[in-house]
């Protein structure tokens, strides 16, 4: 493995075998959904889930840094009238693996499709659970930030003197607020609930998620240079994006289709795409081989 971008088609079990142990900064991925149809991408059923899921969670462990972090995009889905708890599981056992469960993350689908159910609504939001493997991890979260809003055109104009002290919660919870901290500010930290549109665009793939959704935690977790691991790419967004981000991007696939799809997408955007601004990519400078 050179210091660059690159996919690999394979079980993510056993390819993983082959990376160096603590060489990631990033692992961002969206697994298979547990599916009891056979046709369905994975058609894992919920019940063999998270015995399929561990040793898959054991190499990341090993290959993930002990100052990176495990973000795991997922949603239960409804079994036989009910939702399965294979998510609640995976969670509890990916815990006694050794991993953290340092945050949860809420992706918001602000144009998820509309349907009808007899027993539920539409699903309109996703899990991102955040594992680590020790307490003390990279986070950078000035590069998140986002503008305070017109809230504060007003609210600051007239501060009442418990605006200016830490005033309490009514209610004795320990918790209170000093309003008076937000005077001269533009930016604020955002909320762990991440507003995002579905993926419009045809990407051939039966579950791609925006580009926004890997970048918002590439920002988060990441400085240029470093590396993002995607064990269950797909059609390839997190390595693409982490790419143009000046990144390095490594995405493992086991459906040929799906690897062709990303392999075609990733050449292309190796030649034709620019990073955006923002961004101001520079040569990647690494002495340790990932592969």
Known sequence: MNNKTKIYLGDAKEVLKDFESNSVDLIFTSPPYADRRKNTYGGIKPEDYVDWFLPIGQQLFRV??????????????????????????????????????????????????????????????????????????????????????????????????????????????????????????????????????????????????????????????????EVVLDPFMGSGTTVIVANNMGRIGLGIEIVKEYFDLADNQLRQNLFVAEPKDSYDKTKIKRSKKVH
Request: aromatic residues 14%.
């Open 64 to 225: 993930l840094k002990p100052s990176g972090t495990f973000i795991l995009n997922i949603k239960e889905k409804a079994d036989r009238g009910e939702r399965h708890t294979y998510v609640i599981e995976l969670v509890l056992a990916l815990k006694r693996q050794g991993w953290l469960w340092t945050e949860e993350f809420i992706w918001h689908k602000k144009n998820s499709y509309p349907g009808k159910w007899p027993n539920r609504f539409r699903d309109s939001w996703e899990h991102l659970y955040q594992f680590n493997k020790t307490r003390s991890f990279n986070m950078y979260q000035e590069e998140v930030m986002i503008p305070i809003g017109d809230w504060a055109n007003g609210r600051l104009k007239k501060l009442s003197e418990t605006d200016k002290i830490r005033d309490n919660a009514k209610n004795l919870s320990g918790f209170g607020k000093n309003v008076s901290n937000w005077l001269g500010r533009n930016y604020v930290y955002p909320t762990n609930v991440l507003h995002l549109a579905t993926e419009c665009s045809n990407k051939n793939h039966s579950a791609a998620f925006p580009d926004e959704l890997p970048e918002w935690f590439i920002k988060l977790f990441t400085k240029e240079g």
